[in-house]
């Protein structure tokens, strides 16, 4: 929850999730949303449901993996975050329109089959939607609606395209916007209703380099920021129908960024 509402140092948000990931592969799950590793042994606790690998034991939750995810995508990790997004994905083709509460952590999707352990296990568990709708909308999507109907987008998606509307209920508040990325450029049309200027934030694609960007038919002027793991295109996105262009080149060797620094700092205006 720390790293998710970002009340966690960057260091302290690198290692959470760290653990996470550790503790899905030391206890065999298919996804994450792990609720305890190790679990306390069985009947520890005197409920049938509270055995080891069961319900709050070292079960794994729908509702938890959402948080997790959203986590992961905002503190910079979104090659993590869509992996862990996809094995969620795997597991609900497996039960179509059903929304498990939990499973046990080694049961594989494609053979689970309910048994009597599982008796409390809620097949259409709001919470377990609800989080992973927001870890898809404000997490791989990045639209934000914040205090007052104010707008920030962050395009998560990388070298994956997609299209989203996202609408601030009861506000006259929406944005839509598709997202297109090529070898070369990454192309993002974007429709806004009710909002003002916002920020625009764009993950470049691994080992790629921002050349240029373009406002419609104009240069923007943008900078590069890190976080975490990702590195983003950012400017100010205008209100109203526009298309933003970033132009896109493969990025140099490590000794070659390196040596380009090195000129800068000597000859600042070599570029």
Known sequence: MAAQVGVSSPAQTQAILAVLAQAQLAAGATQPGLSLWPPYASWTFPQVDMQAGRYQNGGVWDWWAGVQIEAEFKAGYSRRALLHLRQVARAWINHPGQVYEWQAPGLRPETHQPDLAHASMARDYAAGAATLVQAINAGLYGVEWQAGGALRVTVRLGEASGAITSTLTGAGR?????????????????????????????????????????????????????????RYVALTGLPGVHTVTVRILPSPPWWEQWRLRWRYLREPGSG
Request: glycine share 6%; aromatic share 12%.
């Open 174 to 230: 929406a944005l839509s916007y598709t997202y297109t990325p090529a070898t070369d450029a990454l192309a993002l049309s974007y429709r806004t209703w009710g909002v003002g200027a916002f920020p625009l934030w764009l993950r470049l694609p691994p080992d790629r380099d921002a050349a240029a960007v373009t406002l419609d038919a104009a240069d923007a002027v943008f900078t590069v920021e890190r976080v975490g793991a990702d």
